[in-house]
């Protein structure tokens, strides 16, 4: 089975195809096993994440025919052509750097706001927004992340623009990091005044974007759209009528 791995070596883009050799004939690879043997055989210095292959750790996210999807979950197919993310700086091959998304949200909820790792008396929402697995799928078509980027991917910077610091945090929101803001929100230990600096900091971040964008899809299948945007827009007053 053929597919295209995108390299990223010194800012320059190559295309390199690999042939995977199957272990037998009725295998079904997932894009995970394609990038370890092609490690392990032709490309030996190829870069990529992986976790524990459980399926619910996200860092091996890449895009596969430029959807996010997460490697150790996609099975690959023939002709597949399997990039870095496109939403996240590249830092080699399919390495992408990831901390900008965290950053946002570091030091800026100290007005009372709490997470609630207890389970405590929690209603099945907050619940559903804990099987978050942060593989940052979500950025995909969000155009309140490519606002970070001009409007569009790191990839794909307007001439002359600057490539933002992810080491500041970005300035611009995305559908996990309103996640994390409205699972504050309806945490049963959060203070009255946690859940206003949590909807406060989604409208920082723009929340007003979400108001006419078609929705954003969660890998995980999150329901995003309802649970988590909706009830955010609906909190700030943002909502259509
Ligand atoms: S609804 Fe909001 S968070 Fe979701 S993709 Fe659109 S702009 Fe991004
Ligand atoms: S909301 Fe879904 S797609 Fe986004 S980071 Fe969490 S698990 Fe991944």
Redesign the pocket.
């Known amino acids: 089975m053929k597919v295209d791995i995108v390299t990223h070596r010194d800012g320059v883009e190559d295309v390199v195809s690999f042939d995977y050799a199957k272990r037998e004939d009725r295998e079904r690879p997932m894009v995970l096993d394609v990038l370890l043997q092609a490690q392990a055989t032709t490309m030996p210095d190829l870069a990529f994440r992986y976790g524990r292959r459980a399926r619910n750790c996200?860092v091996c996210t890449v895009d596969i025919n430029g959807k996010p999807r997460i490697a150790c979950r996609a099975r690959a197919r023939e002709g597949d052509r399997i990039s870095a993310v496109a939403t996240l700086p590249t830092l080699g091959d399919l390495v992408v750097r990831r901390d900008g998304v965290a950053r946002q949200m570091r030091g800026r909820l100290s007005s009372g706001a709490q997470a609630n790792d207890l389970n405590v008396e929690a209603p099945d929402a907050y619940h559903d927004l804990t099987?978050?697995?942060?593989?940052?799928?979500?950025?995909h078509n969000c155009p309140m992340h490519a606002r970070n980027f001009g409007g569009g991917s790191p990839a794909h910077l307007p001439a002359g623009a600057e490539m933002p610091d992810p080491g500041t945090g970005y300035r611009w929101g995305n559908?996990?990091s309103l996640?994390k803001l409205q699972r504050i929100r309806i945490d049963p230990l959060t203070t009255e005044a946690g859940r206003q600096a949590a909807l406060d900091h989604a409208v920082e971040l723009g929340l007003e974007v979400c108001a006419t964008c078609p929705g954003c899809?969660?890998?995980?299948g999150?329901n995003?759209k309802g649970q988590v945007v909706g009830e955010l827009l609906t909190a700030a007053g943002l909502a259509n009528p």
């Open positions: 996200g099987s978050c697995i942060e593989c940052y799928a979500c950025l559908p996990f996640l899809k969660c890998g995980t999150i995003l």
